[in-house]
């Protein structure tokens, strides 16, 4: 199984829907593919979070720098209108 094999199936590998054979090939990739070990990993941590429903306070700082970004990024789109 090459990495785009991988990722076209990945929701349902995450959601334990994948066909048994196939989640076999997945394991065996992921053994020798940290990149595609980061990747599910990170899907499942993420949807961890999420299900938990606790928020996560962002710093402040970083949280102003992605407002600014937004707004400028919005200006940016929005200024031919």
Not at 14 to 42: K, L
């Amino acid at each position: 199984m090459k990495c785009e094999e991988l990722l076209k199936q990945l929701n349902e590998y995450v959601d334990g829907t994948v066909d048994p054979g196939i989640c076999a090939e997945f394991e065996r990739h992921m053994a020798g593919c940290n990149p595609c070990q980061v990747v599910v990993d990170n899907i499942r941590k993420t949807i961890t979070l999420y299900r938990a429903g606790v928020p996560y306070e962002l710093p402040l700082e970083f949280r102003d720098r992605l407002h600014q970004a937004l707004r400028a990024k919005w200006r940016e789109t929005h200024s031919a209108d």
